[in-house]
């Protein structure tokens, strides 16, 4: 049974690093607050309760074919057709409920996580959640709230996939359920996917509260996977289950494997009451014969989640990397059949599994074996209805028991004293592997439980797209501890690389830390700032995070936006039981590439401390970190993809960052072209100094910069529409003569202003109209010609809006001819008629960039920052387009910004310095991840080698596949880590 598509969930991979021995430092075990998410129960109002449009939708206990799975189904059944022959559905479904109370008991200001399976082929759906005050059994009351999910939209694949996320209830919060909601609106859709007849299934919901670290004293022990064998080769494996419902398969499965040399091999055999099938000889639909598949998980390589080899009876063969199918490669399968019985034969090299060599004695790795015989489905793992599901696979160990206890007792090296008598008891004689293991979590548990009770104060690392709303959670997964493995960094030679630092004040008072980057400086001696081995001091930013409201609304929340740098001392002070972020940049311009070293102390201002001839004793500590500087230069200079980041930076500083981001099109009012016109639309006065001597100045910081080329300015927003309404004489009447003469001589008189600042044609541009309405199409179309004939060589440029504005592809077309780029609202990339146009568009040889345009502070840093630019080069976009850089309404920068909450703005100014925000930080993570890109593009163009082809491929599938995954915040990680892998190779055969 081919099971094509991996399981998706980040916990997967947590524990497969098990498997190289990185200490793994238990969460606690906390209860499914759901009690029917594997819905076992045939009642499924027991716990969740569904709101929608009537006689829409059917939800109904299932069970699946052949694996006899429970499960939920929800099917479409009738779309709600409107007056205005629109179609809708709707539907949230809760999860959660206490008899007639809806939601479960929670806490406020609480995290949780929650994770599920579907699948099905609905186009999507939506996590949410949901909770309430009081005890009403209201549904709907006035204490509902809405609360938004890491997770929030996401795709629904044809297979089943587990996806996780997290939420954080509020400060009222006493019930909570999780929701997911199918939604959808012909009306607001131009490419409307949903059809009745629809589905989703939904199985395996789990809710659950996450430890909060900053609680001193409460960590438990996690429940030990006592399913989970761990095995030393060579091993015999004759204990199969049934897949299909996890008793002993009535199928007789035995199994032996073994090293032999540089490959595994491996021997079934099965045995049946009814005759093999094996008829497939070639390597296609081999799933027709009887099969055995055989499944290793990750390793080191991190280029796959598994792999599969898979075994006809007839001989065919597949092979796969994850969900992806791939060359057969030098693994060799041999089939031996004998009427109700046969034998596969295997020998897989270790380089076929993503070694680079042999295992080392004492590594493991992730493994399964499986038979398929008619609908008799045998597994030697326990796994849940598919073989992919390596998060319940067995571990194989390479080399004796011996060797992995000395495995384990490396990794458990820095425990403290009073534990390693018990870390030595390890290598004793007589145990095996499983033995072996089971001892070492133990230990390894009581360790965490030994550090957290007694700690004051940790520290952590955060992804820089986490959820910063406060409270803030560190990622428990991420808590450093004395010893760890160094935090490792990497970047090319003049990227910015950001590290931020969580520090959790668990004690109950507030305390102050010091925070400072060092080259390993004695305890006892003057501290020098920054990484040892030549890194400039210079090039290291000290940021502290800022907690601030997220709107100006009533029930707006608190998160941390704007970093500042900090303190002279780098000091930041705590409140009992919080979580303060600090935020490190390690700018990498100019430096040599290579490694750096350094240490991130932290000293706790208010604790008891002494150092004695020059030993010190006390709670400081210190942390390890490495920088690996590329031999990659990105180019943000001068970028293949642009930014145009609306509403300018005016000083130096917020300049600086604007063009660090590849910021263009830097914004020129057209309120500043003040010019008087006659009745007749004659031009009085062309002579506007302050303008011109504004362009200059601009144009000498591009050239400063290094950027003075391509499209450097864009007269915006909406150049026509604010003539026409504040200069255009009143008494000239719309698509007259005199109309035409005057808007004719308002761009020669533009064009004039930038000529005389040294501005040449091809360095601006005019966005003709931002955001136009259907209703004036027919005077647009004409302002547009107009335009055209009177500045040829000027880029000229319109923004076109969401559905509701009235312009559909079609109409676009009319105005095509005359323009040289076109903008467009992010979403209408989704549109199957939007993607007709690009593509006509590029055809023709026009450009056309994308934008976003939300002004709440609460989008998600990964999927709506970093991924935008990833949603730009999908679509093939040329340039990107956001609002906004900074917030500066009525032409007056900073007018709101500190004193309002960010409307949009990826900066703060404060006096004339530039301010960062972690949306800048997330934004500017995916401008990185494309210019890595747009480097691998060049260097995969100049050959036509397996290895330039590789490059090319991955090209032509990164894009997609970070935007069909981009509930995986993990994912552009990934695709960035392979970008630099094919890069660093490419430029080595240059």
């Known amino acids: 049974m081919k099971m094509a598509n991996p399981i998706i969930l980040r916990d997967i991979m947590r524990k497969s690093l098990l498997l190289v021995f990185a200490v793994v430092f238990a969460c606690t075990a906390q209860e499914n607050l759901l009690t029917n998410g594997g819905f076992d129960d045939k009642r499924i109002d027991v716990e969740m309760f569904a709101d929608s449009t009537p006689e829409t939708f059917e939800l109904k206990p299932f069970i699946e074919d052949r694996t006899w799975n429970k499960c939920l189904r929800v099917e479409l059944k009738k779309l709600t057709v409107m007056p205005d022959g629109s179609r809708r559905l709707y539907l949230f479904m809760h999860f959660g409920r206490t008899g007639k109370q809806p939601g479960f008991k929670a806490k406020p200001d609480t995290s949780y996580q ?3 399976d579907i699948m099905g082929d609905a186009p999507n759906a939506r996590a949410k959640a949901v909770s309430w005050n009081g005890d009403g059994q209201s549904l709907w009351g006035k204490s509902r709230k809405d609360i938004v999910t890491s997770l929030g939209a996401f795709p629904v694949n044809g297979e089943w996939t587990r996806l996780e996320g997290t939420f954080r209830t509020g400060a009222d919060a006493e019930r909570v359920a999780l929701g997911i909601q199918l939604w959808g609106d012909s009306a607001q859709e131009n490419d409307f996917p949903w059809k009745e007849g629809q589905f989703i299934l939904l199985d395996n919901l789990t809710v659950k509260e996450t430890h909060r670290v900053a609680d001193s004293g409460s960590a438990k022990s996690a429940i030990a996977e006592t399913w989970r064998r761990y095995e030393s080769l060579p091993l015999s494996m004759d204990s199969f289950l049934d897949a299909n419902d996890g008793k002993p398969s009535p199928l007789t499965c035995k199994a032996r494997m073994r090293v032999e040399g540089d490959a595994i091999r491996l021997l079934v055999e099965c045995e049946a009451d009814t005759p093999i099938k094996a008829n497939v000889k070639e390597d296609h639909d081999i799933w027709r014969d009887d099969v055995v598949e055989v499944f290793f998980g990750p390793t080191a390589a991190a280029d796959r989640t598994y792999s599969q080899f898979v075994l006809a009876a007839g001989g065919g063969r597949y092979n796969g990397h994850g969900d992806a199918a791939c060359e057969l490669g030098s693994w060799k399968g041999v089939p031996s059949v004998n009427g109700n019985s046969w034998k596969a034969d295997f020998t897989i090299p270790f380089s076929e599994l993503g070694y680079s060599g042999t295992p080392s004695p004492g590594d493991s790795i992730l493994f399964n074996v499986s038979l398929q015989h008619g609908k008799s489905l045998a597994t030697w793992a326990p796994v849940r209805g598919n073989f992919n599901d390596t998060a319940r696979y067995h571990v194989i160990v390479f080399g004796t028991p011996a060797e992995y206890a000395q495995k384990c007792m490396a990794a458990l090296k820095d425990c403290p004293e009073e534990f390693e008598k018990r870390r030595q008891e390890l290598a004793a004689e007589g145990f095996n592997v499983s033995e072996i293991h089971a001892k070492y979590e133990a230990l390894a548990t009581e360790i965490q439980e030994a550090r957290w009770g007694k700690a004051s104060y940790l520290v952590g690392t955060l992804p820089v797209t986490s959820d910063y709303e406060l409270p803030l959670e560190p990622d428990e997964k991420r808590i450093l501890f004395d010893g760890d493995k160094p935090i490792a960094l990497r970047g090319a030679i003049n990227e910015v690389v950001s590290l931020p630092i969580t520090i959790t004040n668990r004690t109950d008072s507030t305390e102050a830390y010091r925070v400072i980057l060092h080259p390993n400086s004695d305890a006892a001696e003057w501290e020098a700032f920054g990484l040892a081995d030549g890194f400039p001091p210079a090039n290291v930013e000290m940021l502290e995070a800022i907690a601030q409201k997220d709107s100006d609304m009533d029930n707006a929340k608190r998160r941390l936006d704007a970093l500042p740098k900090m303190n002279q001392a780098f000091v930041i002070t705590i409140p009992a039981r919080q979580t303060g972020l600090v935020w490190i940049n390690f700018d ?13 102390r932290i000293s706790p201002l208010g604790e008891k401390a002494s150092i004695v001839s020059r030993k010190y004793s006390g709670p400081m500590k210190d942390y390890k970190v490495t920088l690996d500087v590329l031999p990659i230069k990105l180019d943000f200079k001068n970028p293949e993809n642009p930014c145009w980041l609306m509403e300018r930076g005016t000083t130096e500083s917020l300049f600086a960052k604007e063009v660090a981001l590849g910021g263009r099109y830097l914004m020129v009012s057209p309120w500043s072209f003040r010019f008087t016109f006659d009745a007749q639309g004659n031009v009085q006065d062309t002579n506007l100094p302050q303008v011109t001597e504004w362009l200059q100045s601009q144009a000498a910081r591009y050239e400063r910069h290094g950027c003075r080329n391509g499209v450097l300015f864009l007269v915006s927003f909406s150049a026509y529409s604010v003539f026409e309404k504040n200069f255009m004489p009143k008494e000239i009447t719309v698509m007259s003569p005199e109309w035409r003469n005057c808007w004719t001589n308002n761009l020669k008189a ?19 109209f931002d955001e136009p309405s259907i209703q004036t199409m027919e005077r647009d179309l004409e302002v547009t010609k107009l335009t055209r004939e009177t500045l040829p060589g000027v880029l000229l440029l319109i923004t076109w809006a969401a559905p509701n504005f009235g312009h559909t592809p079609e109409t676009i077309r009319k105005f095509a001819p005359y323009l040289d780029s076109h903008c467009f609202w992010a979403s209408h990339c989704n549109s199957p008629d939007y993607r007709k146009l690009m593509e006509e568009l590029q055809a023709a040889g026009q450009a056309y960039m994308i934008y976003s345009c939300s ?6 840093l990964y999927r709506y920052y970093r991924l935008h630019a990833w949603r730009a080069v999908e679509c093939g976009a040329k ?3 956001l609002y906004c850089f900074v917030d500066a309404p009525y032409g007056s920068v900073g007018a709101v910004n500190w004193k309002t909450a ?13 301010i960062s925000t972690v949306r800048h930080q997330a934004f500017q993570m995916g401008v990185t991840d494309i210019a890595y890109l747009a480097i691998l593009k060049r260097l995969a163009a100049k050959d036509d080698t397996k290895l330039h082809k590789e490059a090319k491929a991955f090209l032509d599938a990164a894009p997609k596949t970070a935007i069909r995954d981009a509930h995986d915040s993990t994912c552009a990680d990934t695709l960035r880590k392979k970008a630099i892998e094919l890069i660093l190779k490419l430029q080595n055969i240059q």
């Open 114 to 116: 929650f994770s599920f």
């Open 588 to 600: 990498c311009t100019g430096v040599e590439p290579k490694q750096y070293t350094g240490m991130i």
């Open 750 to 768: 533009m064009r004039e202003i930038f000529h005389n600042a040294g501005v040449t044609d091809s360095e601006w541009g005019i966005e003709v």
């Open 855 to 860: 002004t709440s502070m609460r989008e998600s």
């Open 879 to 881: 340039d990107i387009g």
């Open 902 to 914: 960010a409307a949009g703005g990826l900066m703060y100014r404060s006096g004339d310095d530039a």
